[in-house]
């Protein structure tokens, strides 16, 4: 038999050495062109040269040519210069053996007759970045910072802040900041002076917490003298330069209105700036100063509408945004002031949703007497849009003028016409302001109950929308002829309903509804109170037992617990604290304003928000701490450990139905109800009101949801857990980034055990005992976070990993669990419930 082809060798990349022997291959050529003087030596070099730095860029290893490199920069070529100062920059940090070989040549660089290599070899061989080379940078750092080339001086400064970086000591034993102090003052090059005000600022700045003499020379750049000195150069900056220094004015504090007034005349013309960014930094300037002068202020806010209204039409979607991001944050402090330029903010087709979507908000902050019917107009055009998030937030932007009561008669009219697009996301999203708008004009209801009664509850699939309507089959049941019905049938299909807001709405609009119906409302009650208690969501558990125990102890009590009389609700919560809005005003011209966040809660670890836990947990850091027989290895970063992850909707399979639940429900609700309903209009009680009694039958398997007594914990289901389980941290790590979560629940932790657990070693402790091992863990009271395994005993070796997440604040643990086989989970979830559950009990 003849041998098979052989494969066709593959040609290589003309960008990619083959192997090491291009590289060696690079280094003789390099070799025999050090030192050449020959006709063209400069273009072979340039192609070499290209060669190495195309290589460098794609991440192949050619430190190996250094030396030769090095030997080859020895020429009055530019560009060859350039390639070389790039290389060597990129290897010195990883070689700093190496980079010794290079000083000689950046030195005598420095001191080359061409201003340009000067400034090269400086700003090279200040990038090098290796502390046992900081001797020789104090020279030409000297010698730079007086060279008679701008850009040399230039250069000199930023070097002087690398070296401060390196090693600080060596810097402020040099006297750097002082003569950089000097040539701030007298250099009359503007960019020199700017880039010595960005060193001092910063050098100074860190310094202050060190020493007194630190804070003060901070203080003397905030001096009226070089305050004045650079405004009136302010001119000759760039536009960086320029915010730098206006910046570094909103800080300062000046001595009189005089003082407030001679800055302002001298930015007046920086409003006018084609830059956005100098006109933010302006009108920031502008704002900060006049503070304490009120009807001065006023006039400020007059002035700067047109700049910033110009910068919103001009330029790009992104600098829009940003723009529109300040002004947004100006409307909230002085809405009357934009009242009139409404317009403005009027969404054009071009326009990104993240600006449609702001200019929404701040259509709904300017609104007033005046302008509420030509704005809710335009807000209605929105609701058909063919962008359906832009369509929610304009009907949004209309409940939320009706709730400032601007022309409410109008509006109200407007939404209720909403209900009759027959749009699944315009009902939906309607259906919640009717709800809101009802609770603050109860008078309204007789029209709007008109309206919603016609909504078919099969065509309400959003929950928010869903439990909208229930919460108004609830409260309005006495106004709507079929809304026993239809709870009912909501009631009869409770195991396909997923969400856990619909069925709390549901448990509660069927008490209200059998209070004011009882006949037709009895059977319904029942059947969703039996449903309640064998629910698995724990909310909804608890919700039920309370109604089922509340209407045990004395009908009338609960309905006045459930239904009371109720008022008009006149302001709804803020989402902000006045605080919180004066905090992002006084970083204005900064990310707080885009992100509307202080800049605290974005940047400092202990005042993040929640932190959205990645699948990925590649980024623990494992130091182990042995408990018991199984290794536990500790979070080493808080800010991780203590967050706790949303809660995922929809992250597994249902677990409504009785079948997944571990609670008994009591057997005789429906008989125990056909006596509540003849007892309803004449308030007597079930029981002796001074005494309820129980049967053993009515005794449920949960801790009472007053924390009065603890009954036993739900039986552990049949799954058998392996004791003696091991799973390294790498292994972990990589199923939890390949397997699904399968189910994500909340489970309740009893207040012995909230008690126990001061620290995680307590409930790692525990949970070992159940044959559950900790992997990782950490936090302090009120948030601790762990992450647990298992392994089935018999059968083949399968894993469940669980995240565990535990709030002592609400009692709660907010529970993720994945597995091998997906089908086991239900099983291992009870026992892990069960576990849960005896933490601290027994």
């Not at 996301?425 to 008109?450: F, G």
């Not at 005042?607 to 536990?632: A, C, D, K, M, T």
């Not at 995922?648 to 409504?656: F, L, V, W």
């Amino acid at each position: 038999m003849a041998p098979p082809p052989a494969p066709p060798q593959k040609s290589p990349s003309p960008s990619q050495p083959s192997g090491k022997s291009e590289v060696s291959d690079l280094k003789l050529q390099l070799r025999q062109l050090a030192g050449s003087r020959a006709p063209g030596a400069d273009d072979s070099k340039r192609d070499l040269f290209k060669r190495v730095i195309s290589y460098m860029t794609v991440g192949i290893d050619v430190s190996a040519a250094f030396s030769e490199m090095v030997m080859c920069s020895a020429t009055s070529d530019i560009v060859l210069k350039k390639m070389c100062y790039l290389y060597v920059g990129n290897y010195a940090r990883c070689h700093p053996d190496l980079a010794l070989l290079t000083i000689n040549f950046l030195q005598k660089d420095c001191h080359d007759e061409d201003p340009m290599i000067r400034g090269l070899a400086l700003r090279s061989l200040c990038s090098l970045r290796v502390p046992n080379l900081v001797e020789y940078l104090v020279a030409p750092l000297g010698a730079g910072l007086k060279d008679g080339s701008s850009y040399v001086r230039m250069v000199a400064a930023v070097g002087v802040l690398k070296l401060y970086h390196i090693s600080a000591a060596t810097c402020l034993d040099s006297d750097f900041p002082a003569v950089l102090k000097s040539l701030m003052l007298t250099d009359p090059d503007a960019q020199v002076v700017a880039n010595c005000l960005f060193v001092l600022q910063e050098i100074w700045n860190l310094e202050a917490n060190k020493s007194e003499e630190a804070s003060r020379e901070r203080e003397t750049l905030l001096s009226k003298k070089i305050v004045y000195y650079i405004l009136n150069r302010i001119k000759e900056f760039n536009e960086w330069a320029q915010c730098l220094v206006l910046e570094l004015v909103a800080k300062y504090i000046p001595s009189d209105t005089d003082d407030i007034f001679d800055i302002m005349n001298l930015l007046e013309d920086r409003l006018q700036h084609a830059n956005g960014a100098v006109v933010l930094a302006t009108i920031k300037v502008f704002l900060h100063l006049t503070m304490s002068m009120t009807d001065v202020h006023q006039q400020v806010y007059e002035r700067i509408k047109a700049p910033l209204l110009t910068l919103v039409g001009s330029g790009s979607s992104e600098q829009s945004y940003a723009v529109l991001s300040h002004l947004h944050l100006l409307v909230m402090r002085a809405p009357m002031l934009f009242s009139s330029d409404y317009k403005h903010f009027y969404c054009q087709f071009s326009d990104p949703s993240y600006v449609k979507k702001l200019k929404l908000e701040m259509l709904t902050a300017i609104a007033n007497e005046s302008n509420t019917y030509e704005i809710v107009t335009e807000l209605c055009e929105y609701a058909g849009n063919v962008d359906v998030p832009i369509a929610r937030e304009s009907i949004r932007a209309v409940g939320k003028i009706a709730l400032q009561q601007y022309d409410v008669n109008a509006i109200v009219d407007r939404l209720l016409q909403f209900l009759e697009m027959e749009k699944d996301y315009v009902t939906a999203e309607t259906l919640v302001l009717v709800k809101d708008l009802l609770r603050k004009y109860p008078q309204w209801s007789h029209d709007c109950i008109a309206v919603v009664g016609n909504i078919s509850s099969k065509n309400v699939q959003e929950p928010k929308a869903k439990a909208a309507l229930i919460w108004m089959l609830g409260e309005y049941s006495q106004d709507m002829p079929d809304a026993p019905y239809i709870l009912e049938s909501l009631i009869e299909n409770w195991d396909e309903e997923n969400a856990a807001e619909v069925r709390l709405h549901l448990l509660t609009a069927a008490m209200k509804c059998f209070f004011k119906r009882p006949p037709e409302t009895q059977k319904a009650l029942g059947a969703a109170l039996a449903a309640g208690l064998a629910d698995s969501h724990q909310d909804v558990h608890d919700r039920a037992l309370f109604y089922y125990r509340l209407l045990q102890y004395d009908v009338s009590v609960a309905e006045r617990v459930v239904n009371p009389p109720k008022q008009a609700v006149s302001v709804f919560a803020d989402t902000q604290s006045s605080e919180i809005k004066d905090r992002i005003f006084d970083e204005f011209n900064s990310l707080s304003v885009v992100y509307q966040k202080p800049s605290y809660m974005f940047t400092d670890k202990e005042h993040r928000e929640p932190f959205e836990f990645s699948e990925e947990i590649g980024n623990l850091s494992l130091g182990q701490e042995p408990v018991g027989n199984s290794p536990r290895y500790d979070e080493s970063d808080k800010d991780l450990l203590l967050s706790t992850s949303e809660r995922e909707e929809n992250g597994g399979p249902s677990t409504n139905g009785p079948a997944a639940s571990g609670y008994s429900a009591p057997t005789d609700y429906n008989s125990s109800l056909v006596s509540l309903s003849s007892q309803t209009q004449s308030e007597t009680a079930i029981s002796d009101p001074g005494m309820p009694k129980y049967t053993s039958q009515m005794t449920l398997a949960i801790d009472d949801l007053l924390g009065l007594s603890v009954s036993a914990a739900p039986a552990p289901p049949s799954l058998k857990l392996n004791p003696k389980a091991a799973l390294d941290p790498g292994t972990f790590q990589r199923k939890w980034g390949q397997l699904a979560v399968s189910i994500s629940q909340d489970c309740s932790v009893s207040p012995q055990g909230i008690a126990a657990l001061t620290t995680p070693q307590a409930l790692i402790r525990h949970m070992q005992a159940n044959s559950i091992q900790c992997i990782a863990s950490g936090g302090q009271s009120p948030n601790f976070k762990f992450f647990f395994f298992a392994q089935k005993l018999d059968g083949p070796p399968l894993f469940f990993l669980v995240e565990c997440i535990v709030n002592t604040s609400s009692a709660k643990a907010q529970v993720k669990i994945k597995a091998d086989d997906a089908t086991a989970s239900e099983a291992f979830f009870g026992l892990f419930q069960s576990a849960l559950s005896k933490f601290g009990v027994l």
